[in-house]
């Protein structure tokens, strides 16, 4: 029986965090399968947000890449949450979002390549929307897990901000919010969890 590989156990101070503190760690080269979308988001629940203009396909790519892994490489690997990075709101009140999962470190363009062919046939379709094979060079990440309303989040990513000054760092780029529990599983909202994440730099 072949071994199932869990990157949250991998990368455990990011994806399977115990206390709501600011957590500074380096990170390795990671890769993931992102979806760019622009939409409104259905916020009137107490799950993470889910687009309604736009149907988020990335996952399926992940699923794909994770059945061909498992097929020629003997390798399986769990399906990681959802990170959103909510970039910019349009005049018309819709994100700008990037949608995106981590994948396998074995994972490469030429089997996301093939995956993407995979979910076209699936779904009859000619092309998917804006998705890419997204490598992320090795960082230094602030992160700090929210036990709350996902609403809430970037009250929690100020206050981040003001301790990373205070211990000597500053952001770097786009902050985003990992949403670590499935879309329907959110009851009730204080029970959520979120890690709020953001590359640094010392001062």
Known sequence: MLKTYDYRKKYPETYLPKKEE???????????????M????????????EP???RWLAWKVVNQIKQISKVELEYKFKLMPPEYIWHEKTT????VVDQMMLVSDRATEEMYERAKEKVKKKLRVKDLPTISFVKRPPT?????????HYKDVEKVYETMKSE????????????????LHPAMDCYPAHNCKTVVSVDVAKN
């Open 140 to 148: 230094l990440t602030a992160q700090k897990l929210h036990v709350g």
């Open 164 to 179: 990373m000054h205070k211990r000597g760092y500053q952001p770097i780029g786009q902050w985003r919010v990992i949403y």
């Open 38 to 49: 622009v939409t409104s988001y259905n916020m009137d629940w107490d799950g993470r947000p």
């Open 22 to 36: 600011l957590v500074i760690q380096p990170l390795p080269e990671l890769k993931y399968v992102s979806q760019r």
């Open 52 to 54: 309604i203009d736009e």
């Open 92 to 95: 018309d009140g819709k994100w």
